[in-house]
């Protein structure tokens, strides 16, 4: 052990770390590291400046406070919430996705779900029903660790790799050679991606999309970071540049779009599902053996999400039609409101990468990767368990890319979310101390 | 057919049926018949009573709505809720059960779910996973047609009876030729019943509690209708008597208990699952197979209930927290608030009857059943398909028993929550000139 002073005391962390019973930090789930975290900070006295969690750090905005509020005043929380969503959220997710990705989608295939949580559980389920040789899902990783956990609860199977070494056109050969086994029912990533900011690039899209229509597959795209690569400023409704997405090269696609970051509404548990057009009135007619009703549509919201909560928050379907509604109008630069998340990470990338960190996931095939909500980093000649156990003794904490599905078993994800701006002092005197200790 | 001059015009009742596609409308279901009333009540002009739908009628109480305007002010719309809920619902939750049901649940195993039919999904879930052998689920039907929906969506296995002619000690032997071949892992029933209104006596949920013990099975007790058999006046906190439960006779057992009906707040789905404490800490290794966890409780809540919303609407935990806790403090009498309920159920049951209809399920043994939000009827020599045909001619509407496991298929579930008051008058009439046009 090397003999230095740290910030937090190293026998507290010894100490609590064997009480958590986690004997491989890397192995740990987000949730136990936060518990692990608030046990360090209350014995230690020592505010952590804490990077594990996906948790908005911005207020929402009024436009969607004020329309729960006004829609809870006029009683609608004695009412059922249509299983398929309030008209007014419908139509206005419809006009987001033709403003801000210039597709089109009709109001109806325009699904509220309790969260994308709620929205990615019915569409893994369903998705796996289409056609009895396709009964695995495809993951471009790393990804959210939770939704591997939806198909462990589902006992639904899937595949899945690391993408690092697939980009660009290197990306159709490596998809293909899971899709030509025909067992493959849709392909789930999230864009920009969670856990590593990198931003699939329309090269890549076209690629997922052109095989999605040759094998018949469907592309679900989790849109959770929507307009949040902020390289390319997507705000102006109804005018190019617009959010990139696969919808553009097939029709085979659903698009998961959620309140929770882009909007800040994460409490509220509030999401679109949009299912393309095509898919929505499509019959498959194996679903009627486990569903009894063969329309995508039909059976998705009238058999799968009726059964998970018969529908969402009837308030919230107000809050976020009127947040979505703003947007459409102009009045409400949702994009502008989280760029801070850009800004924190442009600063902090640069006091990791001078205290000798690396970021891992660092290109998007020829970009420099976006500011965002997330970024990678390692440490030459540490393991994951190793990195954030040393990071501990900072004050610092982050999740472990381990449980991710990425091949960066040593690498780190850093949440800016809860670092804001006037905390950067704070972390650049803690990386400095680090960098000073591992000379 | 009989020459009449009914309410609605023939012509236009058979128009939309034919529309409709519904050649059967005994199995058409909920949704199915209140979609074919909109289209004649467009079309006829003719205001419908309409008895087929259980959504609430009343007004919900100052205290959730203010206490949910107050969380939004005090933005919890950006935070993620805890999955096991907030503390102050948890609290109030286990105050709540020990108040009005005398039981002891601790706040921990108090879990809050988006609506009963998000809990119940989960427990349906997890009960199917405790031991390889019970593989089955048994419904006291009649029941809630969308909860053996949801065994479809989970691609689980079920049996059921209809109660009808087995109440008092019959339940025990017939219960027991289903628990005795050693597959079922849970039963389930509401109590007060949706859709007959029938109420088990002590003596019945003693017979189901003692059978739960004997053969290691899970009563899932649903209690939508909490507080609602009139005949008990259980409104005062810590005073007998109490919400009669199938608590008070095993260990083993789950409770539902919903905001929608007792609360009104059916909107905002949210509910809390009660879980006896000692299933809750019980581990049991199945589990571990589908979810890596084998605790019920963790399992339950950071498997399951995570991956199907990442837990329930922030702001909603608060409002039904401050219901709760009116209720616990004695400032809230929430029976009272919905008795009327049972003032329109002895009415119209007296309607109907005068008009030659038969009260189907109407005995709690030896006791006339309850007024409440529902009571069952039938008219000689008409199957269900013809009677809620006749019924729509004089503007009436409900649905039939036959999609919720009743042995009687000529018989409907006439809700009374959308027949106010002042609407009897009406009733009366139009059930006169049934009663004219039928001797």
């Known amino acids: 052990m090397i003999m230095r002073n740290t910030p937090v005391d ?23 590291i936060v518990g692990l975290v608030n046990q360090i900070q209350e014995a230690s006295g020592v505010k952590f400046l804490r990077m594990e969690m996906g948790v908005p750090g911005l207020l929402p905005s009024e436009y969607g406070t004020q329309a729960e509020i006004d829609a809870l005043k006029r009683g609608v929380a004695r009412d059922y919430p249509m299983v398929d969503g309030v008209k007014e959220l419908k139509n206005q997710a419809s006009l987001f996705v033709k403003n801000f990705m210039n597709i089109d989608i009709s109001p109806q295939s325009c699904i509220p779900t309790v969260g994308s949580m709620q929205g990615g559980y019915a569409i893994f389920l369903i998705n796996n029903f289409l056609d009895p040789k396709k009964d695995t899902a495809l993951f471009i990783d790393p990804g959210f660790p939770v939704q591997k956990q939806q ?7 899937y595949e899945s790799f690391d993408v690092y070494n697939y980009r660009g056109e290197a990306l159709r050969e490596k998809l293909e050679s899971y899709l030509k086994k025909g067992n493959i029912n849709s392909i789930i990533y999230s864009n920009p991606n969670n856990p590593t900011w990198i931003c699939f690039t329309e090269q890549e899209l076209q690629i997922i999309g052109d095989l999605c229509n040759k094998y018949d597959v469907i592309a679900v795209e989790d849109l959770a970071y929507f307009g949040m690569d902020f390289r390319r400023d997507i705000s102006t409704p109804g005018k190019p540049p617009y959010q990139v997405s696969v919808a553009n090269y097939t029709k085979n696609y659903v698009l998961l779009i959620s309140s929770s970051k882009a909007f800040s509404y994460a409490g509220q548990r509030m999401a679109i599902t949009c299912v393309a057009d095509e898919i929505y009135n499509k019959s498959y007619p194996y679903l009627k053996e486990r ?16 059964s998970l909560s018969s529908g ?62 997330y970024f990678t980093i390692q440490y030459p000649n540490m393991s994951g368990d ?44 803690r990386l400095d101390q680090f960098k000073n200790d591992h000379i």
């Open 10 to 32: 190293e026998q507290i962390i010894e100490d609590k770390i064997a009480q958590s019973g986690l004997n491989d930090l890397g192995k740990a789930t987000i949730r136990e």
């Open 312 to 373: 969402a928050t009837h308030s919230t379907q107000y809050a976020f039609a009127a947040m979505l509604k703003a947007a459409n109008d102009g009045h409400f630069n949702f994009v502008e409101n989280v760029k801070e998340y850009g800004k924190r990470a442009e600063i902090m990338k640069k006091l990791f990468t001078d205290a000798g960190f690396k970021i891992v996931y660092n290109k998007d095939v020829d970009l420099e990767l976006a500011d965002g909500f």
């Open 151 to 157: 198909f462990r609860v589902l006992g639904q199977k």
């Open 386 to 429: 190793e990195l954030l156990r040393e990071l501990l003794h900072y004050g610092i904490s982050a999740i472990s890319l381990d449980n991710t599905g990425s091949e960066h078993k040593d690498a780190l994800r850093a949440c800016v979310s809860q670092i804001s701006l006037n905390m950067m002092d704070m972390l650049q005197e």
């Open 291 to 306: 569903f009894g009703t063969d329309k995508y549509g039909y059976t998705l919201v009238l058999r799968i999400i009726y």
